[in-house]
Each structure stands twice: as C-alpha cells, then as structure tokens.
C-alpha cells in the first residue's frame, strides 16, 4: 500500500507539472522534469536528455515533436549550459528521459514504475476496445442476416395479399419506408446518404438502425397474416402505418429520425447466394430487402 501511494503522489505531481501552450498542446519543462527526477547538477541531466534523443531517433520518430528547439544536441548543450535554457517536453519525450534516467534516484524509478502502468493500462484498454468493436460487429452481422430471412418472410405474406409483380413488390416496400423515414422511399434514401445506385441501404445500417428496420417488418408481416390481408392497396397501407408507427416510437425514444441515422461502412453477408439476394429485384426503384 505504501508503494502504490508514493507511486500515485509521483504520478500526481508528474501531471501537475503539465503546461499548455496557446494552442493548447500538453508539454513539460525540462528544468522542471530535472528537479522533479532529483538532478541537482543540470549538466548530467543534458546528458540524459542526449540519450532520449537518441532512443528517438532510433524509434523512428521525429524529435522536434517531442523535443521542441532541439537542433542538434551539441547546440542545444550549448545553450542549456550557457544559458540556462529550458526545452519543450512532449509526453513521450519525458517517456524516453525517465527511460533513460539514473534508477538509482527514486523518482526515476518511481517514473518508470509509472509509465510501465500506464503503458499496461493502455495495452488492456486497446484490447477492451477492440473486444466491444467485435462484440458490436458480430452483432450488427445477426441484425443483418436477420432481417435478410424476416424480409423473405414479408415477401411471403405480401405475396399472398396479391403482391406478385416485381414493380408491385417494390411499390409495397417503398411504402414501409416513406412510413419510417419521413416520405422517403429507397432511392430518396440512398441518395441522401451518398451510396451508389447498386448498393443496398441495409448493408449501410448501424445496429440501432437494422433493429428498427427489424421490427417495422416482422410487425408489417404479423398484421397482414393476422388480418388475411388479399387486397394490394390495403397491403400497402399496413406497411406504410407500422413504418409510421415505427417512426413515432423512435421519434419519441431516442429523439433522433431514421432519415438522420449515420451511414456506416458495407456489411456483406457470408453467402453472397443469399436468397434475400435473389428475391423480387425491380428494374426501376431496385428494391432492397
């Protein structure tokens, strides 16, 4: 425990020693970050921050970013030395100087200690992140396939309301979506959203957004099996209230219109035979399902 809580007063005084320039980029003094290691001769610190230079640059990265005014380190010894002059520290800049320090000075060693937590922490944050990016993709595919197989259900219940003809079928489901997305229909839709003529609005969708799509076509497919619905027109009208409905709740909910969802990058089903591929394509509005 003792360990831990000098460690968190080091850390704590670390990042009270952070400035801000104008811009309002982070940086440290190296006067400061000298006293605070326990360097009370200037001159041996220069020679440490030679050595984090070096490990810069064999990094690969570009020293005037972490380094700020550091020319050459001959020069800049110079006027450390002559005048008493201080640099801008990035923090990886103080990385590499606390790398780089004497770890028989506790502070060094506390630094270090430090910056070993920090890059811990960062490595399992990554991982988290790139757990919760799998955990959503994986759950945006089942939405997806999903709704491929309750949209071939819909085709189903449309077809026994006496929606056969392709243009008729495209006429049906564009009233679902004019319900849902405020008048708009499925190339109003795709051009608001800057896709291409081919591509299939579906596979643009977030999570929260297939899942509303979910729910307008199971609801759409349930009324007209329910009702035995056989009439075109009446058909039409169901699919265009559930959409409407549909909007009403999202509207209220979440306060936000399906028209404004975000475009996400293409999701393409494992088979690319998928029926839902082959079902009821229209010449004109190009239906998606």
């Known amino acids: 425990m ?4 000098s460690q968190s007063k080091s850390i704590s005084i670390f990042e009270k020693l952070k400035k801000t320039d104008k811009a309002g980029n982070e940086y440290w003094s190296a006067k400061d970050l000298a006293k605070l ?5 200037y001159s041996s610190f220069i020679e440490v921050l030679d050595k984090a230079k070096a490990s810069c640059i064999n990094t690969g990265q570009e020293t005037a970013l972490h380094f700020k005014d550091f020319s050459a380190i001959k020069s800049v010894e110079s006027d450390l ?15 590499l100087i606390i790398q780089n320090a004497d770890p028989a000075l506790k502070p060094v060693a506390l630094g270090q200690a430090y910056f070993a937590t920090q890059a811990r922490l960062q490595e399992l944050n990554q991982q988290q992140k790139s757990k919760n990016f799998k955990i959503v993709k994986e759950r945006r595919y089942f939405l997806r396939k999903e709704l491929a197989k309750r949209n071939l259900q819909l085709a189903g219940a449309a077809r026994k309301a006496g929606i056969v003809t392709p243009a008729d079928y495209a006429f049906f489901q564009n009233h679902g979506y004019r319900g849902l997305y405020g008048g708009l229909d499925v190339k109003a839709i795709r051009e608001i959203r800057g896709l291409n003529p081919d591509e ?8 929260t957004e297939l899942a509303v799509n979910l729910f307008r076509v199971t ?5 007209l099996k329910n009702d035995k619905v056989n ?18 709740v999202i ?7 399906p028209e404004n969802f975000p475009v996400a990058s293409t999701i393409k089903l494992a088979n690319n035979k998928d029926k839902e591929l082959k079902t009821r394509k229209s010449s004109k509005n190009k239906t998606v399902l």
């Open 251 to 257: 509207e209220e909910t979440i306060s936000i219109l």
């Open 200 to 207: 299939n609005i579906l596979d643009h969708m977030e999570n």
């Open 37 to 41: 290691l326990g360097y009370s001769r």
């Open 219 to 223: 609801q759409t497919t349930e009324k």
């Open 81 to 95: 030395q002559r005048n008493g002059g201080d640099a801008k520290l990035s923090r990886y800049g103080c990385y």
């Open 2 to 5: 003792k360990a831990n809580k």
């Open 231 to 248: 009439d075109i027109v009446e058909a039409n009208s169901i699919h265009f209230a559930v959409g409407l409905k549909t909007r009403k």
